[in-house]
Structure formats: C-alpha cells, structure tokens
C-alpha cells in the first residue's frame, strides 16, 4: 500500500525556517517524482516545488525560489522541503504528491501539513 | 503565466450526469496537456481521479470518465451518487508545468 506521511507542521514567526519531511512507502520512490503542492484554507492547489526520482533536477514556482529547497534521500524514502525566510502568505497545507510514471500528473497525496506564519 | 478556468460551481441531482469542464486561456486543450482531475472532500486531501485525459486510476469509480470536450478537458460524471458532492480540480500541464485550475463546487441536491 502507498503511504505518504508528512511531519514537521507548525507556526513559526515570519522570517523564519521549517523543514517538512516526508516519509514515503509502498512503492520503489526513486522510479517517480515527488512534489509538494500547497492549499491556502478555503483556496486552491499550487504545485510550489518538484524533484526528479534521481534527484538531479529540481523546480520551484516563482513565489518560493530562492527561500525554499526541496530534497530527497532515496536510501531512506523521504522527500523534505526547507522553507526560509516565511511569509505570512506562506501559511497553508502543504502536501507530499507522488507523480504518475510515463505521464505527467499527480496520483498518491500525503494528508497534508499544516504551516501557519504568523507573528 | 496561463490560467485554467473551471465553472466555479455546479448543481446536479442524484443519479443525474453532470460534466465539468477545464479550459485554458492559451486555446484549445488537447491531449499533450494531460488534464489530470481530482476530487476534494472537506478537511481531506485531493484524490487523484483521472490522468492523461481519460486513463482513471484503479480506485476510481466506473462513473467518472474524462475526455476532451469542444476544446476543453472534461470530466463526466454518469449516476451521480451523493458522496460525489466535493469540490473538484483539474490539472493541465505547459512544458510539464502543471497549472490547477480554480476548481468547481459540486453540489448534488
């Protein structure tokens, strides 16, 4: 069974830093590319970030490159995300995606995690 | 940046049809945009149901298909049953970019 598993929900004070991690089962994680898509409450998704299965190409939507890092470890299938320097419209649900394999789209998401950045 | 327009809400009743549709603002769809659709469900992740226009995935219901619809990525649901009532997204990817759309509220009353 394919599981995703987010941790390292929070508040923090704007400007500051969060690490989310995924743990990932149930299926070979190098094969796929792994995402992270946000939901502000009450909006719609974004797809902010984006790793290769090897790990050797990275994407970041504009409104997070150069403040967010998004990694993986295939050995111990995870994916993290660092986020630095927040904003207040940082705050929403982050969730863990796994991309489908030969074409592109979303298939297994993760149940979310909660970032709240407020002072 | 393209924008994808979904209707912002629909009414259907039960064992009804209803189509929901998904268009870009760079013209007409086609299958090299592999419109994927998700369902919503309050306080629960999106489920993925539909990818590559029309493939579902196996715990996608026989009800729903998708398909292109007069230049639009569309998804059909046939017998609509009450806990089909969420809101519903689709995805359309640019240079495998993918950009969601708003999303549509699906009533079933």
């Known amino acids: 069974e394919v599981q995703l598993v987010e941790s390292g929900r929070g508040l923090v004070q704007p400007g500051g830093s969060l690490k989310l991690s995924c743990a990932a089962s149930g299926f070979t994680f190098s094969r796929h590319w792994m995402h992270w898509v946000r939901q502000v409450p009450g909006k719609g998704l974004v797809r902010i970030s984006a790793i290769k299965g090897d790990g050797s190409f990275t994407w970041y939507a504009d409104s997070v490159q150069g403040r967010f890092t998004i990694s993986r470890d295939n050995a111990n299938s995870a994916l993290y995300l660092q986020m630095n320097s927040l904003r207040v419209e940082d705050t929403a649900v982050y969730y863990c995606?796994?991309?489908?394999?030969?074409?592109?789209?979303?298939?297994?998401w993760g149940q979310g995690a909660q970032v709240t950045v407020s002072s | 940046q393209a924008v994808v327009t979904q209707e912002p809400s629909l009414t259907v009743s039960p064992g009804g049809t209803v189509t929901l549709t998904c268009a870009s603002s760079?013209?007409?769809?086609?299958?090299?945009?592999?419109p994927n659709w998700f369902q919503q469900k309050p306080g629960q992740p999106p489920r993925a149901l539909i990818y590559g226009t029309a493939i579902t995935h196996s715990w996608t219901p026989a009800r729903f298909s998708g398909s292109l619809l007069g230049g639009k990525a569309a998804l059909t649901l046939s017998g609509v049953q009450p806990e089909d009532e969420a809101d519903y997204y689709c995805?359309?990817?640019?240079?495998?970019?993918?950009?969601f759309g708003g999303g549509t509220k699906l009533t079933v009353l």
């Open positions: 760079t013209g007409a769809v086609t299958s090299d945009y592999s």
């Open positions: 995606v796994r991309g489908t394999v030969g074409i592109a789209g979303f298939d297994y």
């Open positions: 995805v359309l990817h640019y240079g495998g970019v993918p950009e």
